[in-house]
């Protein structure tokens, strides 16, 4: 498992796959902003202002992400970013389920479908992608290397 | 390498900095214009743009209220049918938003073009009635009122509900 983890193709088709999910997420957003401002007001957590802001923020935060993680610029540190967001993710949506609000993910604009425990576990797989990726000590076809390779 | 090294490294703080640096500008650029109507008042209703949707509204209980003794507009329910079967207001239309979603688009014959159309949905936080909207607005509709109030506020105000004589836009 451990040679599986570490071996460099496996690892760059990993950056591909989940750097490639998260930057077709946020084109869906970035192309109808206001579409994903009601997508995060329907999750009834914060207001207006809050809602518009973080609809306008948050899928430039994934595009960028995805890119570097593709690229290999900041490796370690998109993957940190891309993990972050997916537990980030994660909680929204059980917490939502909780309180018994029935509204679509948002994920992917136009697209997105229901936020339930089927997207939890979809969002539980892409977090151990990205787990493997912030973890592993691969260093190979990155735009810029990590300082100390293991 | 420990998610514990991984944290406490300089240069993945770094990176994560550069990270929301380069997104916070790249949006602030790309949206500058979204922000400035955004900080001028506009979207503070809901998040519908005039451009998107000319001519889409939304109206007061008072409002509503002066519409339907008007007789002027046609009130739309976009609720499910069985809610609108339990009691609407008297003399709307049902069309259920599921339905149109469903490809039942034969319920758009019911809608005339050349009136106000008062659209309506549960009150509260529903969604439909504003999606209505603006699918009617996609379909060229041109004078939309969504009454964002809903069916909680009339009932709330002992307005008449269905099964009352007197019917709007006849």
Redesign the interface.
Known sequence: MKNLVNNKLILLLLRIVVGGIFILAAVTKIADPLSFARDVKNYRLVGQTLSFFTAITLPWIELVAGVFLIAGFFPRSSALVVSGLLVFFILLVTVTIIRGIDVTCGCFGTFSRKADLWLIFEDTVWLVMAMVLLLSPGNDFCLLKRSRKQ | ???KR??T?R??????L???G???M??AV??FG??KR?MAGE??Q????PDRHPGLVFVSLAETEDLWHSGLAVFIDSRAAADFARGHIPGAISVPLEEIKRGNLSLLEKIPRDRPLVIYCEGG?C?TSLLLAEFLSEQGYRDLRVFSGGWTEWTGTGMPVSGEDEKPGK
């Open positions: 390498m420990p998610l991984i944290l490294e240069e993945t703080w770094r990176g994560v550069v990270i929301l380069l997104s916070f790249l949006s790309v949206n979204l922000i955004f979207f503070r809901a998040f519908v743009s936080d969604q």
